[in-house]
T-cell receptor, first 115, second 113 residues
């Protein structure tokens, strides 16, 4: 079974803090994604990575950065957390070769509260 | 870019009834349309997907239909059961490595006993 794990289920941070959200997948997937989930807005893509050291902006990258130094790990960084970044953050991974499947495997999510 | 609209936002059905969730997309180039189910406290999980060269796909009690001309696709769940209660997301995008999906806003389905 594919497993995508996220470092924390719940996180509380103060405004202005630098926040790191970690995601690890164990299936050697090339593609990894970070989304945020908000009521009524669905899943919105923040950043994604085609492969190690590669990254692309998604639909809402402002206020975020990412790091992919190893294939299995994709980190989301909030340089200076703000209250409007309070949300559920979901990481996902996907194999790139498209051998009949384009399924994204999601982690359980990190609920971040910024006070 | 792609824009996906999903309706309804909430849906309540009686156990055993059918449920239908509808999505429209804007980019005619999109050729891949998955549906994800998110149970409480978990990440979304793929339940069925369809590509643009197919008009309908079934898997037991769930089916998806695609109308490329109208740019809309739907999820049909028959004989609903309490365990079908969850949030469902549609998405649209391109097949191939490195391509991203655009998700709808989600439908909270509640199956009542």
């Amino acid at each position: 079974d594919v497993k995508v794990t996220q470092s924390s289920r719940y996180l509380v941070k103060r405004t202005g803090e630098k926040v790191f959200l970690e995601c690890v997948q164990d299936m050697d997937h090339e593609n990894m994604f970070w989304y945020r989930q908000d009521p009524g807005l669905g899943l919105r893509l923040i950043y994604f990575s085609y492969d190690v050291k590669m990254k692309e902006k998604g639909d809402i990258p402002e206020g975020y950065s990412v790091s992919r130094e190893k294939k299995e790990r994709f980190s989301l960084i909030l340089e200076s957390a703000s209250t409007n970044q309070t949300s559920m953050y979901l990481c996902a991974s996907r194999i790139s070769t498209g051998q009949g499947t384009y399924e994204q495997y999601f982690g359980p999510g990190t609920r971040l509260t910024v006070t | 870019g792609e824009n996906v609209e999903q309706h309804p936002s909430t849906l309540s059905v009686q156990e055993g009834d059918s449920a239908v969730i509808k999505c429209t997309y804007s980019d005619s180039a999109s050729n891949y349309f998955p549906w994800y189910k998110q149970e409480l406290g978990k990440g979304p999980q793929l339940i069925i997907d369809i590509r643009s060269n197919v008009g309908e796909k079934k898997d037991q009690r769930i089916a998806v239909t695609l109308n490329k001309t109208a740019k809309h696709f739907s999820l049909h769940i028959t004989e609903t059961q309490p365990e079908d209660s969850a949030v469902y997301f549609c998405a649209a995008g391109l097949t191939g490595g490195g391509n991203k999906l655009t998700f709808g806003t989600g439908t909270q389905l509640k199956v009542e006993l």
